[in-house]
């Protein structure tokens, strides 16, 4: 069999057979159990201590929400600040300049987001300081307040009737201290035996075989890159992140990087089912999601594989696939392997310029962006699905006349009202969008000549993409679209603000609401969330919500594209 | 107002725990076990350093064997991909320019002949390798050239191709750079 199909095959079971114990021991974690990792307990106790945070007290969800909501505004000043004054600060061998406001600001957001789009070169926008201090920090830290978001929502769900869902702090140093940190310093040192630079020097300067002068960039790569994989961060150290040979040396580090992409959302997915006691319904739903995954893995890799139908004809041989913006150490295969990983998370780093991809390969990364949910970023992924389990919950409840109710609460107006807006903002925010800078390139078309790399309808692709990426807080991007400019640097800044917290806060409220209300013991008259058939329901609601207002963006985009000849 | 005051502090404290505590086991980690204490591993000849082992550079010397296409010119200190669509149409006339001069610089070829990832930019711009079939098509010319039989040479790349990890995952490939090295090696 070929070695590049058997590379994404072992892939996917490397991910599928380690998903389920790190879901128990992350559910432990969370419980409070005894776990092999408490040996960290001292330095969580220390964090407490420095801070005044007092790990007993239980949070209700709204002062669990205000914790949140506050640690991230600080996050912004401090962003902002450094990434602005990183010219004037220390660690910077290469002297870069510090970023403009609206790069800054771009940048800040996102990586409070963790999303991790990137307006800038990891070589030349930032310093060592600011890659340590800030990207490296956010990117810890963001993934673990989504992680504790998602801990608050399943405490809230486990209990009978409840008004108090946990200590967001506990919450979120422990997903530092006893998830993020530990499997990123085995996955650190991996890189490092591999080459990946781990140092505090500047360029290096040599001199070529045929006498020219090459620089090479380096530093603290080996740091940042697990922690932007495990975190589903994606934003890379050098600027074409992945695809970069230090950043990821070989096919060994290919597949490790990669693996620490979708490991943790889909452990997640088995923790919730352990931290509630109801593995059948954590089944239901990896199902579902795994089934989604996988479609796209086939569809994508045979579209990389089989190559691209222009060249082709120009009559010379394609056996490697489409190779444009891939690397041969990596392949065709294990490139659209990592494109449908990336976008199922909300991680988006990439190994290969997806820009280059084939058009339906693009169009399944959109897609899965657009739904946003098929194991999703740190948390926040399982909590996208959450919103669609609920309308999925009304919607089969009214039809086979049931009183609708989830884990033994009923669901009724108010948390479907919020379910609804969060589901329907995220179409809305990404078509608008798109809508507003097609408006503007049509009526201006300097601006399009300025802004788009490819003509006609890969260039809507192009903005499409971008605002879906920011959206689902991705951070992928086509990249030829030339977006440092103070227009995509500030519209997609607001959609990342949007996307990010409008979701957590509803979806905690949710949570919140759920808790409060009357414990209802299963009967018969129990519409069953845990089976196959609501398993399918699920599915069925979120295709027809994602395809119904996205199909017309796409048939324009990715699908036109196709059908060029 | 304390919610504020404790984001503060925990954020300090996880500074302190993350960019200098992880940061410096790894740091450490990497004096042990780092090819290269840390720093990217580069390829000497005669004692000179000539490159780095994991970063491509150009080649255009008719004697070396080239690597593929770069849309920054191998500029270690600026990566990046063409990011062209492959349907577009000014990105495929790019294409057929790298084919015909391909083909020009290779007489001996037949255009089926051609591998396509020798003529389309990488996603790095700094792409190491090749296929061990864009390595095979370059053998006949790199040869004359160099006045080295077809069969040294075609030996040559058969002992320097890696392949798949374990064997049997991911691709086969041909680190340009090692291999001009031993050629200039040999030449001596």
């Given at each position: 069999?070929?070695?590049?199909?058997?590379?994404?095959?072992?892939?996917?079971?490397?991910?599928?057979?380690?998903?389920?114990?790190?879901?128990?021991?992350?559910?432990?974690?969370?419980?409070?159990?005894?776990?092999?990792?408490?040996?960290?307990?001292?330095?969580?106790?220390?964090?407490?201590?420095?801070?005044?945070?007092?790990?007993?007290?239980?949070?209700?969800?709204?002062?669990?929400?205000?914790?949140?909501?506050?640690?991230?505004?600080?996050?912004?000043?401090?962003?902002?600040?450094?990434?602005?004054?990183?010219?004037?600060?220390?660690?910077?061998?290469?002297?870069?300049?510090?970023?403009?406001?609206?790069?800054?600001?771009?940048?800040?957001?996102?990586?409070?987001?963790?999303?991790?789009?990137?307006?800038?070169?990891?070589?030349?926008?930032?310093?060592?300081?600011?890659?340590?201090?800030?990207?490296?920090?956010?990117?810890?830290?963001?993934?673990?307040?989504?992680?504790?978001?998602?801990?608050?929502?399943?405490?809230?769900?486990?209990?009978?009737?409840?008004?108090?869902?946990?200590?967001?702090?506990?919450?979120?140093?422990?997903?530092?201290?006893?998830?993020?940190?530990?499997?990123a310093l085995l996955v650190g040192i991996l890189l490092i035996i591999n080459g990946t630079p781990m140092s505090?020097?500047?360029?290096?300067?040599?001199?070529?075989?045929?006498?020219?002068?090459?620089?090479?960039?380096q530093?603290p790569a080996a740091a940042i890159i697990p922690?932007?994989?495990?975190?589903?961060?994606?934003?890379?150290?050098?600027?074409?992140?992945?695809?970069?040979?230090l950043e990821?040396p070989?096919?060994?580090t290919?597949?490790l990087?990669?693996?620490?992409?979708?490991?943790?959302?889909?452990?997640?997915?088995?923790?919730?089912?352990?931290?509630?006691?109801?593995?059948?319904?954590?089944?239901?739903?990896?199902?579902?999601?795994?089934?989604?995954?996988?479609?796209?893995?086939?569809?994508?890799?045979?579209?990389?594989?089989?190559?691209?139908?222009?060249?082709?004809?120009?009559?010379?041989?394609?056996?490697?696939?489409?190779?444009?913006?891939?690397?041969?150490?990596?392949?065709?295969?294990?490139?659209?392997?990592?494109?449908?990983?990336?976008?199922?998370?909300?991680?988006?780093?990439?190994?290969?310029?997806?820009?280059?991809?084939?058009?339906?390969?693009?169009?399944?990364?959109?897609?899965?962006?657009?739904?946003?949910?098929?194991?999703?970023?740190?948390?926040?992924?399982?909590?996208?699905?959450?919103?669609?389990?609920?309308?999925?919950?009304?919607?089969?409840?009214?039809?086979?006349?049931?009183?609708?109710?989830?884990?033994?609460?009923?669901?009724?107006?108010?948390?479907?009202?919020?379910?609804?807006?969060?589901?329907?903002?995220?179409?809305?925010?990404?078509?608008?969008?798109?809508?507003?800078?097609?408006?503007?390139?049509?009526?201006?078309?300097?601006?399009?000549?300025?802004?788009?790399?490819?003509?006609?309808?890969?260039?809507?692709?192009?903005?499409?993409?971008?605002?879906?990426?920011?959206?689902?807080?991705?951070?992928?991007?086509?990249?030829?679209?030339?977006?440092?400019?103070?227009?995509?640097?500030?519209?997609?800044?607001?959609?990342?603000?949007?996307?990010?917290?409008?979701?957590?806060?509803?979806?905690?409220?949710?949570?919140?609401?759920?808790?409060?209300?009357?414990?209802?013991?299963?009967?018969?008259?129990?519409?069953?969330?845990?089976?196959?058939?609501?398993?399918?329901?699920?599915?069925?609601?979120?295709?027809?919500?994602?395809?119904?207002?996205?199909?017309?963006?796409?048939?324009?985009?990715?699908?036109?594209?196709?059908?060029?000849? | 107002?304390?919610?504020?005051?404790?984001?503060?502090?925990?954020?300090?404290?996880?500074?302190?725990?993350?960019?200098?505590?992880?940061v410096?086991v790894l740091r450490l980690t990497a004096k042990v076990v780092s090819p290269n204490d840390g720093e990217a591993e580069?390829?000497?000849?005669?004692?000179?350093?000539?490159?780095?082992?994991?970063?491509?550079?150009?080649?255009?010397?008719?004697?070396?064997?080239?690597?593929?296409?770069?849309?920054?010119?191998?500029?270690?200190?600026?990566?990046?991909?063409?990011?062209?669509?492959?349907?577009?149409?000014?990105?495929?006339?790019?294409?057929?320019?790298?084919?015909?001069?391909?083909?020009?610089?290779?007489?001996?070829?037949?255009?089926?002949?051609?591998?396509?990832?020798?003529?389309?930019?990488?996603?790095?711009?700094?792409?190491?390798?090749?296929?061990?079939?864009?390595?095979?098509?370059?053998?006949?010319?790199?040869?004359?050239?160099?006045?080295?039989?077809?069969?040294?040479?075609?030996?040559?790349?058969?002992?320097?191709?890696?392949?798949?990890?374990?064997?049997?995952?991911?691709?086969?490939?041909?680190?340009?750079?090692?291999?001009?090295?031993?050629?200039?090696?040999?030449?001596?």
């Open positions: 069999m070929n070695t590049e199909i058997l590379g994404v095959v072992l892939q996917w079971v490397c991910l599928v057979v380690l998903c389920y114990p790190l879901g128990r021991y992350i559910a432990k974690v969370y419980k409070g159990e005894r776990t092999w990792s408490d040996f960290m307990a001292p330095a969580e106790r220390w964090v407490y201590r420095i801070c005044g945070i007092d790990p007993n007290v239980d949070m209700n969800w709204k002062q669990f929400l205000k914790a949140l909501l506050a640690v991230n505004l600080f996050w912004f000043l401090w962003g902002m600040i450094l990434l602005v004054c990183q010219g004037w600060l220390p660690l910077n061998p290469d002297g870069n300049a510090g970023q403009t406001a609206s790069q800054a600001f771009n940048t800040c957001i996102s990586f409070m987001a963790n999303c991790n789009l990137q307006h800038y070169s990891g070589e030349t926008g930032l310093s060592y300081f600011t890659q340590l201090y800030v990207i490296m920090l956010f990117q810890f830290i963001t993934a673990a307040c989504g992680m504790a978001a998602m801990a608050g929502i399943m405490n809230a769900l486990k209990g009978k009737t409840t008004k108090a869902i946990g200590n967001f702090w506990v919450f979120m140093t422990k997903s530092v201290t006893r998830v993020l940190m530990p499997l505090f020097d500047g360029k290096q300067t040599l001199r070529t075989l045929e006498g020219n002068e090459q620089v090479i960039s530093g922690i932007k994989q495990l975190g589903t961060n994606g934003g890379g150290y050098f600027g074409v992140n992945s695809s970069h040979p990821n070989n096919a060994f290919n597949m990087e990669c693996w620490a992409i979708l490991i943790i959302p889909m452990a997640m997915v088995f923790a919730l089912g352990f931290y509630l006691r109801r593995k059948k319904l954590a089944w239901c739903i990896f199902g579902v999601m795994l089934f989604a995954y996988t479609a796209g893995i086939v569809i994508s890799v045979s579209q990389e594989m089989g190559g691209s139908r222009q060249i082709e004809a120009m009559g010379i041989a394609q056996d490697m696939g489409s190779m444009e913006g891939k690397e041969v150490r990596i392949g065709s295969a294990a490139s659209a392997m990592w494109g449908m990983t990336t976008t199922v998370t909300s991680n988006g780093s990439v190994n290969s310029m997806h820009d280059s991809q084939t058009p339906l390969s693009g169009m399944m990364q959109m897609l899965n962006m657009q739904i946003n949910c098929w194991f999703g970023g740190v948390g926040v992924g399982w909590m996208n699905y959450f919103s669609f389990l609920i309308i999925a919950v009304f919607i089969s409840g009214l039809m086979v006349g049931r009183t609708p109710e989830f884990l033994g609460k009923k669901v009724e107006a108010r948390e479907m009202k919020i379910a609804t807006l969060v589901v329907l903002l995220h179409p809305f925010v990404i078509l608008v969008g798109t809508a507003l800078s097609s408006w503007l390139a049509v009526y201006d078309p300097e601006l399009a000549s300025a802004w788009l790399n490819n003509p006609s309808f890969h260039g809507l692709s192009e903005m499409l993409y971008e605002y879906t990426s920011s959206a689902a807080n991705n951070g992928s991007g086509f990249e030829g679209l030339t977006d440092n400019t103070d227009f995509w640097n500030i519209s997609t800044g607001i959609v990342l603000i949007l996307s990010r917290y409008f979701p957590i806060v509803g979806q905690v409220a949710i949570a919140g609401l759920l808790a409060e209300k009357k414990y209802i013991p299963e009967s018969a008259g129990t519409l069953k969330t845990d089976t196959g058939t609501f398993s399918l329901m699920t599915f069925v609601v979120i295709f027809i919500v994602a395809a119904l207002s996205f199909f017309p963006a796409l048939a324009l985009g990715p699908i036109a594209d196709y059908l060029t000849i | 107002m304390k919610s504020f005051w404790i984001s503060i502090k925990y954020t300090v404290a996880m500074c302190v725990l993350l960019s200098i505590g992880y410096v580069v390829v000497t000849l005669d004692g000179r350093i000539v490159g780095a082992a994991n970063v491509g550079q150009t080649f255009t010397d008719t004697c070396y064997f080239w690597g593929r296409p770069s849309a920054v010119g191998y500029d270690g200190g600026a990566s990046g991909g063409s990011n062209k669509a492959t349907t577009n149409p000014e990105y495929l006339e790019e294409v057929e320019g790298r084919i015909e001069a391909f083909l020009t610089a290779h007489p001996y070829l037949s255009r089926e002949e051609v591998p396509s990832e020798i003529v389309t930019a990488s996603g790095s711009g700094l792409d190491p390798d090749i296929s061990p079939r864009a390595a095979a098509v370059q053998v006949k010319r790199v040869a004359e050239n160099r006045g080295l039989s077809e069969t040294t040479v075609k030996n040559l790349v058969d002992s320097l191709t890696r392949q798949p990890w374990l064997g049997l995952f991911g691709t086969p490939k041909v680190n340009v750079l090692s291999l001009n090295v031993a050629l200039d090696k040999m030449s001596k």
